[in-house]
Structures are given as C-alpha cells and as structure tokens.
C-alpha cells in the first residue's frame, strides 16, 4: 500500500501547483502581462523538479 500513498502524495502535489500556476496566470493575464515562451518553460522545469523532489 506504500505505492497507494506515493501515488496520492504527487497526485496533491500536482494538483497544488497546477491550482497556484492558475492563480499566477489569471493575475498576470489581468494586467495583461505577457512572458516569452522561453521564460514559462523554465518556470515550467522548474515546478517539475520540484514536485519531482517532493514526491521523492
């Protein structure tokens, strides 16, 4: 069942970051504040890594 848990565990971790990438991006959409796609796929790696980590 520890695979149960794991599974779980990243499953809320992604959730969690999907949830503040959103609010990030409503926020800045409002202001109509634009980033190169360049910039969003380093954000983007770094998330990933992090949630990576955190899972592990």
Do not use: E, Q, R
């Amino acid at each position: 069942m520890v695979w149960l848990s794991v599974f779980i565990t990243a499953n809320l971790i992604g959730i969690g970051s999907n949830l503040d990438n959103c609010g990030i991006g409503i926020a800045y959409g409002s202001g109509k504040i634009k980033f190169p796609y360049w910039v969003n796929a380093i954000v983007n790696a770094i998330g990933f890594c992090t949630a990576l980590l955190g899972a592990w």
